[in-house]
């Protein structure tokens, strides 16, 4: 069982950047690929950025490739989403979500989530 707790969401300017923690309970954080999902109001959730657990390969959406960039820290149970240069188009909350295996790209492939974060890009 994993549990995940995100945090870092707020408001931010059109232009600025914020940092996204997912905080994981239990000791088999490193078993688990990680990723960046998010849902803006009446839009299906969608993939933002996954991390593998095996050789740390990372992959992004089009729409945020060069802007985000995930990571993850074993030691501390922790992946975070650095993004800068954001847009009003990334308003949504966003859900972090581990899987023990399967494509990144899917939320069907995701064993757990978060309850997510807001973030709030004005223009």
């Known amino acids: 069982q994993v549990q995940l707790v995100e945090s870092g969401g707020g408001l931010v300017q059109a232009g600025g950047s914020l940092r996204l923690s997912c905080a994981a309970s239990g000791r088999t954080f490193s078993r688990y690929g990680m990723g960046w999902f998010r849902q803006a109001p009446g839009k299906e959730r969608e993939f933002v950025a996954a991390?593998?657990?095996?050789?740390?390969?990372?992959y992004y959406a089009d729409s945020v490739q060069g802007r985000f960039t995930i990571s993850r820290d074993n030691a501390k149970n922790t992946v975070y989403l650095q993004m800068n240069s954001l847009k009003p188009e990334d308003t949504a909350v966003y859900y972090c979500?581990?899987?023990?295996?399967?494509?990144?790209?899917?939320?069907?492939?995701?064993?757990?989530w978060g309850q997510g974060t807001q973030v709030t890009v004005s223009s």
């Open positions: 991390i593998s657990n095996r050789d740390g390969s990372t």
């Open positions: 979500a581990a899987q023990y295996s399967g494509t990144v790209y899917y939320t069907s492939t995701y064993d757990y």
